[in-house]
């Protein structure tokens, strides 16, 4: 098909990293924003997505015009925020399965960890090119800041003492990634973008490096994405999240990563109780450099282009099942066919359900999370009876309740982030069903660990 420039979709980066290196807090830094300081336990759980049109990236890297030289062909640039902890290691994979390039954040203090090895396996799994923000540099012993300015500028200010810390501990990251078979150098001084890995120094704090980092990624997406990437073309979206919201119901949070969506689209999507049609009624962005995840005003689009994070509103998405597919129906196409395609994301999941009928019973947010729990339970050996997604209602303690007799170990319900109904808590106390729930995943972990342990006493 003929391209031209309104055709260019925005490239998708992904920023991957062990937990606590900063990743959401530099977001916040280039959104002005504090989604960081509202999460619980302040750990990322979810995937968060950010649309950055291209010029407020303009303005953020105008510092960087003193150093080098700066294009700005794409629309804009969608930054996905992922979790670092370890039992998120399936929204990880999703993350970078759905990005262009990646940002690998690592904390300068620390080092390699174990996420950030995960991180370097998934990405070279995946062929996804990425650059390191070396993050916590305004932690280096007397750092003087100067917000938001270039690296450059910055490290040149610093006391000799300030320049040797820095160098002793970039050296040692250097080797510790050269020990996983990645050649690396500071950006600036990287010949050559497709054999080096470029390293930029960062605070997401002072702000310091934030400019270099931006520029860089507009600089690698631009030039070294294929063309045919760069361009708009089918229709590729992830359902992020189902919410309610005032005055408009059941809605879905959505990663377009290609193509265009439009008010009055047929979709289908995978549901808990079978495969949802319908309507796009209203597509809602939030204000550009909001992140989806956080309410705000949202602006009414006749359609969207990719990549951006999307609210949909539409009728019957209560049951829809967050982390799979959305598929618009075509002219040409058949709905039946799609409608068997979107649920293949659960059906593999429902394997995971122990045929004997005895097992504990899991309940969660997502089919992320969903997925971390199924994981950690097959880890612990300990079988699943049954798997919800939404909040727990007096039906699924019943659920739990017929383990009473045949497997009273397993009499529990396991639940991630979920509500749980007055009813169904009243039911579990008559019943003595223990509800395990926790907005902190490995605190759930840890509780029921815990529990086990004391039945083997
Ligand atoms: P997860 O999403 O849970 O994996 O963590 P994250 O990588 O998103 O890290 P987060 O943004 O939650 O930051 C973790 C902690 O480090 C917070 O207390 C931040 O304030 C702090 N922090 C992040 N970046 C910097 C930085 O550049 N300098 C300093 N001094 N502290 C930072
Ligand atoms: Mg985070
Ligand atoms: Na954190």
Same mark, same amino acid.
């Given at each position: 098909? /003929?391209?031209?420039?309104?055709?260019?979709?925005?490239?998708?980066?992904?920023?991957?990293?062990? %937990?606590? #290196?900063?990743?959401?807090?530099?977001?916040?830094?280039?959104?002005?924003?504090?989604?960081?300081?509202?999460?619980?336990?302040?750990?990322?759980?979810?995937?968060?997505?950010?649309?950055? @049109?291209?010029?407020?990236?303009?303005?953020?890297?105008?510092?960087?015009?003193?150093?080098?030289?700066?294009?700005? +062909?794409?629309?804009?640039?969608?930054?996905? =925020?992922?979790?670092?902890?370890?039992?998120?290691?399936?929204?990880?994979?999703?993350?970078?399965?759905?990005?262009?390039?990646?940002? &690998?954040?690592?904390?300068?203090?620390?080092?390699?960890?174990?996420?950030?090895?995960?991180?370097?396996?998934?990405?070279? =799994?995946?062929?996804?090119?990425?650059?390191?923000?070396?993050?916590?540099? +305004?932690?280096?012993?007397?750092?003087?800041?100067?917000?938001?300015?270039?690296?450059?500028?910055?490290?040149?200010?610093?006391?000799?003492?300030?320049?040797?810390?820095?160098?002793?501990?970039?050296?040692?990251?250097?080797?510790?990634?050269?020990?996983?078979?990645?050649?690396?150098?500071?950006?600036?001084?990287?010949?050559?973008?497709?054999?080096?890995?470029?390293?930029?120094?960062?605070? /997401?704090?002072?702000?310091?490096?934030? @400019?270099?980092?931006?520029?860089?990624?507009?600089?690698?997406?631009?030039?070294?994405?294929?063309?045919?990437?760069?361009?708009?073309?089918?229709?590729? /979206?992830?359902?992020?999240?189902?919410?309610?919201?005032?005055?408009?119901?059941? #809605?879905?949070?959505?990663?377009?990563?290609?193509?265009?969506?439009?008010?009055?689209?047929?979709?289908?999507?995978?549901?808990?109780?079978?495969?949802?049609?319908?309507?796009?009624?209203?597509?809602?962005?939030? @204000?550009?450099?909001?992140?989806?995840?956080?309410?705000?005003?949202?602006?009414?689009?006749?359609?969207?282009?990719?990549?951006?994070? %999307?609210?949909? /509103?539409?009728?019957?998405?209560?049951?829809?099942?967050?982390?799979?597919?959305?598929?618009?129906?075509?002219? =040409?196409?058949?709905?039946?066919?799609?409608?068997?395609?979107?649920?293949?994301?659960?059906?593999?999941?429902?394997?995971?359900?122990?045929?004997?009928?005895?097992? %504990?019973?899991?309940?969660?947010?997502?089919?992320?999370?969903?997925?971390?729990?199924?994981?950690?339970?097959?880890?612990?050996?300990?079988?699943?009876?049954?798997?919800?997604?939404?909040?727990?209602?007096?039906?699924?303690?019943?659920?739990?309740?017929?383990? &009473?007799?045949?497997?009273?170990?397993?009499?529990?319900?396991?639940?991630?982030?979920?509500?749980?109904?007055?009813?169904?808590?009243?039911?579990?106390?008559?019943?003595?069903?223990?509800?395990?729930?926790?907005?902190?995943?490995?605190?759930?972990?840890?509780?029921? #660990?815990?529990?086990?342990?004391?039945? &083997?006493?």
């Amino acid at each position: 098909s /003929a391209s031209n420039e309104s055709d260019l979709r925005s490239p998708i980066c992904c920023i991957l990293g062990h %937990v606590d #290196t900063g990743k959401t807090k530099l977001l916040d830094k280039v959104r002005q924003t504090n989604v960081q300081g509202g999460e619980a336990g302040g750990i990322t759980q979810q995937i968060g997505a950010t649309y950055f @049109p291209v010029d407020s990236i303009k303005q953020k890297t105008a510092v960087m015009a003193q150093h080098e030289k700066q294009t700005f +062909d794409v629309p804009g640039l969608l930054i996905i =925020d992922t979790p670092g902890h370890e039992s998120f290691t399936n929204l990880r994979s999703r993350g970078s399965s759905l990005c262009n390039i990646a940002i &690998l954040v690592i904390d300068i203090m620390h080092g390699l960890e174990q996420q950030t090895l995960e991180s370097i396996r998934l990405l070279r =799994d995946r062929k996804a090119p990425f650059i390191v923000a070396l993050n916590k540099i +305004d932690r280096l012993y007397d750092w003087k800041e100067i917000p938001n300015n270039s690296f450059r500028d910055s490290y040149s200010k610093q006391t000799k003492s300030v320049q040797a810390e820095f160098q002793n501990r970039y050296e040692q990251i250097k080797v510790a990634l050269a020990e996983q078979g990645l050649n690396s150098e500071l950006y600036f001084q990287n010949k050559n973008m497709s054999k080096y890995v470029s390293i930029v120094p960062t605070s /997401a704090v002072t702000g310091e490096g934030v @400019p270099d980092l931006l520029w860089l990624l507009l600089e690698l997406t631009q030039k070294r994405m294929s063309k045919q990437l760069m361009y708009l073309s089918k229709v590729e /979206a992830t359902i992020l999240e189902v919410k309610v919201v005032e005055g408009f119901g059941y #809605t879905i949070d959505v990663v377009l990563s290609n193509g265009i969506l439009r008010e009055g689209d047929r979709v289908v999507l995978c549901g808990l109780n079978g495969p949802i049609c319908t309507n796009i009624r209203a597509l809602l962005t939030p @204000p550009p450099s909001r992140e989806l995840r956080i309410k705000s005003e949202y602006v009414h689009n006749k359609e969207v282009k990719a990549a951006l994070g %999307v609210k949909i /509103a539409a009728n019957d998405l209560e049951k829809a099942v967050a982390g799979s597919r959305l598929v618009v129906v075509g002219e =040409d196409d058949d709905e039946e066919e799609i409608m068997e395609e979107v649920m293949d994301d659960l059906t593999g999941l429902l394997d995971s359900v122990d045929t004997s009928g005895k097992g %504990v019973v899991v309940q969660a947010s997502t089919l992320g999370s969903l997925e971390a729990l199924l994981d950690f339970l097959k880890d612990m050996k300990i079988p699943v009876m049954s798997i919800g997604l939404g909040p727990v209602y007096k039906r699924d303690i019943m659920k739990a309740s017929t383990m &009473l007799e045949k497997a009273p170990e397993y009499a529990v319900m396991l639940c991630f982030d979920v509500k749980v109904d007055k009813e169904a808590e009243q039911y579990a106390a008559e019943q003595n069903i223990k509800i395990f729930n926790a907005d902190i995943i490995y605190h759930l972990f840890d509780q029921f #660990t815990a529990y086990q342990q004391k039945l &083997l006493e």
